[in-house]
């Protein structure tokens, strides 16, 4: 199964607070597991990304966290401000760096 | 150094138009991608051409949607006749064929309205 299960559909977090944001795929051939940002009226950007082998990833206030053997991985946000306000879509890559997307979450985080 | 650039940005056409949306990837790039957006169906990739030679055409609807590639700079996606139900928004992304980064780069898309 070529897909990957997004959740929530959308979040509204305070500023300063921790946006989550959870994934779930079937297939076993996914072999890398990005996260994309998109801003209204703009394409999808790479924010971050990691390999099955690792369980987390941090870069700044954006962490990934991946569970192999549940098959999820997780979005966390810390410190969520007013400008992460967007669309997040997590993705899986599989032969031949095709991106097979989840449904996306529209996070709002307030002032 | 220039991203992908889609054109138009916009299009309004009526049912049964032919629509072209065209695509420059990034000079070097060697994999591109054509995808549609959806509130209902999210990001769904619809064709991957590699070396300007189409790999995976699974995800085009139907006969009514065809993609070229006539060279590593230019690629375009038609959709001959139109329906209301492709009004969507058609991204163009593209890639150094590099398996296991994840990254795409994507143009800012081609919003498409058929009335």
């Known amino acids: 199964q070529q897909q990957v299960k997004q959740s929530p559909q959308s979040l509204i977090v305070q500023k300063g607070g921790i946006s989550i944001i959870n994934c779930a795929y079937e297939?076993?051939?996914?072999?890398?597991f990005p996260w994309y940002q998109q801003f209204p009226g703009k394409g999808p950007a790479l924010l971050i990304a990691?390999?099955?082998?690792?369980s987390e990833k941090k870069e700044g206030r954006f962490t990934i966290s991946f569970n192999k053997s549940a098959k999820q991985f997780s979005l966390h946000i810390m410190d969520s401000q007013p400008g992460d306000s967007a669309t997040y879509f997590c993705?899986?890559?599989?032969?031949?760096?095709?991106?097979?997307f989840g449904e996306g979450t529209q996070l709002t985080v307030n002032p | 150094d220039a991203g992908v650039i889609q054109s138009p940005r916009h299009e309004v056409t009526e049912m049964g138009q032919e629509v072209t949306l065209r695509c420059k990837p990034i000079?070097?790039?060697?994999?591109l991608f054509w995808y549609r957006q959806t509130m209902m169906r999210g990001l769904e990739l619809l064709i991957y051409?590699?070396?300007?030679?189409?790999?995976?055409d699974s995800g085009m609807p139907e006969d009514r949607f065809s993609a070229k590639m006539p060279n590593a700079s230019f690629s375009t996606l038609k959709i001959q006749p139109s329906e209301p139900r492709d009004s969507a928004v058609y991204f163009c992304?593209?890639?150094?064929?590099?398996?296991?980064?994840?990254?795409?780069?994507f143009g800012e898309g081609s919003r498409l309205t058929v009335l």
């Open positions: 297939n076993t051939a996914f072999d890398y």
């Open positions: 992304a593209s890639s150094r064929d590099r398996p296991n980064t994840g990254e795409l780069f």
């Open positions: 993705a899986a890559e599989w032969s031949g760096s095709r991106l097979t």
């Open positions: 000079s070097g790039h060697n994999s």
């Open positions: 051409f590699n070396n300007n030679v189409p790999i995976d």
């Open positions: 990691i390999r099955p082998d690792v």
